[in-house]
């Protein structure tokens, strides 16, 4: 019996996409598997079934009429019911760049059509399996003037507060867990993303950058050909 079908509970799938054949194959196969399954045809029908359906991974393609893909992904990441869901991208497009802006918005996977559905479930079955493992270190770090809280993964500095994306915050959580320790990018691309997930290294780079412009400069200290540290003296 799968991951899914082992879960106190259905674990819910939307599934984005304007090519029926495609969302009725992806369709039967996670209900297959176990979850439950909400589809829609394009971007703004997807934003509008997320807000009531609030699914805990979201299948996207990137192509689509109404909004594209990386637009829908960063106005799904905007509601804050579905700062925690996975989102994972299904699409023919298979250039760097559109693979560098879909992580840049929160992905957690990306993969190029053709699909191979047995694949698919199994990489899918690992990132509800590797959440569910994760070893809860507890719900908050304060420190150097920051608190980091896992709970509705905010970060606040003084008076002001920052809620970051999913990927963003785990990897800050991470490296604020072992302050001055230094991590290469290869580590962390595991750490933070999974070791079945293959993931550009330049993806912890902009994460990092997008952190920087949000926390202040001082906080992760990049040593060059080595990786990068939380400064606790940030």
Known sequence: MSAAKNSQQLHRVLVVDDDPDIVELLQY????????????PDGRKALDTARTFVPELVLLDIMMPQMDGIETGRQLRNLPDLRQTFILYLTARSEEYSEVAAFEIGADDYITKPIKPRALMSRINALFRREAQKADPGEKIEISGLTINRLNYTVTTGDKTVVLPKKEFELLFFLALSPNKVFGREELLQKIWGVDIYVLERTVDVHIRKLREKIGETYIKTLKGVGYMFNDEG
């Open 29 to 40: 196969n996670l209900e297959k598997e176990g979850y439950e399954v909400r589809t829609a």
